[in-house]
């Protein structure tokens, strides 16, 4: 990663003058690698420190182009890693931009600390207005409901106190977004004494914790008598030793799996235990399952109690006992209803669900012979057949999922080639049309997951953010996002290409809100309306967005929309061939929405 390295500073050469000067300290000793930033004038304390007391090491400034950028790309950082980056937000302007990805953050239960800034809370050291429109009186306000814990401070002993604080709270499980505002006033003032830093080597305190001997005993007995046993894995570790488990753990009492699309990789899809591809909703294959088994095990499924009705609604009401592992009732509240509904079970596990997996694995014990029927890969096989099975020159997703795929496949292998050629790569992000059948996933760091609140823009950023956690690690990062979250977000690559970051983007452009366009499909049918104007409202051209200039001003190599199915095999293998040589690269792909018409036709 390209280094922006400060004149004439030597760490350990600088003394602590200044009040930010110990917060920079702390945050070093804390060994947070970066702090994505959108420079402010109210913490300009905090960034003179970070540059010229810590070297700009420890953490490294990333320069974003947006406040929500700067949240999105520790949000991508974290899901590849579990750990918290710091983030910069200038004041409450800085802060109310950066909300939406908070939020994301917030729903996906992710960590990273937040460091934002207010002007003068003494009104007497207030500049005229630029001072007065930058100060608020409870900053943390405007993201109380969706963060885990704020605090504002005044002084550099409370500043210290609550940083080390707050990054603790983050780390801990269920994690979220914790922020901390500081008075600019008391990062400019000049230290007397060197203050007391908090000691955060001491903190060796565990992130999670597991269930008890009781509820291990409880579901050991359960999983012991099940001859239907049904797994529902959800927000979990990207550990290779907790996947290996889950597999040992589903294999030894020959429990079904179903995965989720919104929570990334966590079996393997290619599993027999696995028989139906992933969702963002509950099919009804899948709905089947839980109609058929006689134990259900959420671990820490998302949205347990609308699946369990969705399930009932498809004709498959469960009758399984249900065991429900999760801690995610700590960050539950009144504002926020991603709590979701309330789902009654027989057994309650307030544990970390990757711990509950392996206690149980340890306690032993054998399941009875199972009753699931075996899985059919010929119907599944016959499914993608029909999907592949287009005719014309046409980009429809399927192919665009097939055609990555075997351009991330690479060619034959050659005992001669360079044996990073055909590196892994890591699925970043997948749009809303994208088919858990395209979806194959053998590694916890095959796929990452949606973005947990669902809000549109948040895409490019935690790509790069992705790209920053898997540099050095010899897996590609690739986003395919939809060309409404990418022209909402798009400036947030900037900041790969700035520091070198190698990453493939592909654009399934559409060239409208094509999520909205059957939504409004459906409600004119409801009315008995014309169809045909769904796309009023919707589309995005007219003219049409130049996404590759438009990526080729922000330092990506990007080419011509591709428009041919014919054209799209060499495009893409090109990229990747581009982007695992240490390009930002960026392919826009014009896709039909499968089974629909272009839109305006």
Excluded at 90 to 119: E, F, K
Aim: glycine share 10%.
């Amino acid at each position: 990663m390209r280094a922006e390295d400060p004149e004439g500073v030597a760490l350990g050469d600088i003394a602590m003058e200044w009040g930010s000067d110990a917060l920079a300290e702390l945050l070093r000793r804390l060994r947070l690698p970066y702090i994505a930033l959108v420079p402010g004038s109210s913490y300009r304390g905090l960034h003179d420190s970070l540059v010229n007391y810590n070297g700009n090491r420890d953490p490294q400034l990333l320069v974003c182009l947006h406040e929500e950028h700067a949240v999105a790309i520790a949000h991508g950082y974290a899901k590849v890693t579990g750990q918290p980056l710091a983030v910069a937000v200038h004041s409450n302007v800085g802060l109310m931009h950066a909300s939406m990805a908070v939020y994301n953050a917030y729903c996906d239960r992710v960590p990273m600390l937040i460091i934002g800034a207010t002007g003068p809370v003494d009104a007497a050291r207030r500049r005229p207005w630029i001072d007065w429109i930058h100060t608020a009186g409870d900053q943390g306000a405007l993201i109380r409901p969706y963060c885990k814990w704020d605090d504002q401070v005044i002084s550099v002993e409370a500043a210290l106190d609550s940083i080390a604080r707050a990054y603790s709270i983050t780390r801990e499980a269920p994690s979220a977004p914790t922020y901390v505002c500081l008075d600019v006033s008391l990062q400019e003032q000049p230290l007397t004494a060197r203050p007391a830093i908090p000691d955060v080597e001491r903190d060796r305190s565990p992130r999670s914790h597991g269930p008890d001997a009781a509820a291990v005993t409880a579901v050991g007995e359960l999983l012991g008598q099940a001859r239907r046993p049904l797994f529902l894995l959800g927000r979990l570790s990207r550990d290779e030793r907790d996947w290996d488990r889950r597999v040992e753990l589903a294999e030894r009492h020959q429990a079904v799996v179903i995965s989720d699309l919104k929570t990334g990789a966590v079996f393997p899809s290619g599993h027999r235990l696995h028989p139906h591809p992933p969702g963002l909703f509950l099919t009804a294959e899948n709905a089947q399952l839980i109609g058929a088994a006689d134990l259900i095990i959420s671990l820490d499924w998302i949205d347990l109690a609308g699946t369990i009705s969705a399930a009932a609604g498809l004709g498959h009401p469960a009758s399984a006992r249900i065991v429900s592992c999760s801690t995610d009732s700590a960050l539950h509240n009144g504002w926020s209803k991603d709590s979701f509904g309330y789902q009654q079970a027989d057994l309650s596990v307030p544990a970390d669900p990757d711990l509950l997996v392996r206690a149980l694995l340890e306690s032993g014990g054998s399941a009875k012979p199972s009753e699931w029927p075996a899985r059919d890969d010929a119907a599944a096989a016959a499914t993608a057949a029909a999907a592949a099975a287009v005719d014309g020159d046409d980009i429809f997703m399927h192919g665009l999922a097939d055609a990555l795929r075997d351009a991330l496949a690479g060619p034959d292998p050659d005992p001669d080639a360079d044996p990073g050629a055909a590196a892994p790569a890591c699925l970043v992000r997948l749009p809303l049309g994208w088919s858990g059948a395209d979806l194959d996933v053998r590694h916890p760091l095959d796929y990452l997951g949606l973005d947990g609140g669902a809000g549109i823009g948040s895409g490019p950023g935690m790509a790069v953010g992705a790209a920053l956690a898997l540099e050095g690690s010899g897996r590609l990062p690739v986003a395919v996002l939809g060309d409404g979250d990418f022209l909402m977000g798009g400036s947030a690559i900037w900041t790969a290409a700035h520091y070198r970051l190698p990453l493939l983007i592909v654009v399934a452009n559409n060239s409208g809100y094509f999520n909205d366009v059957v939504h409004q499909e459906r409600v004119a049918r409801q009315r008995q309306r014309p169809t045909g104007n769904s796309w009023i409202g919707q589309a995005i051209t007219d003219p049409d967005p130049d996404l590759g200039a438009f990526a080729r001003s922000l330092g990506f190599q990007a080419g011509p929309q591709v428009r041919d199915r014919a054209e799209l095999p060499a495009a893409l293998a090109a990229a990747v061939a581009a982007a695992r040589s240490g390009q930002c690269v960026l392919v826009d792909v014009r896709v039909r929405p499968d089974g629909y018409a272009a839109l305006g036709g």
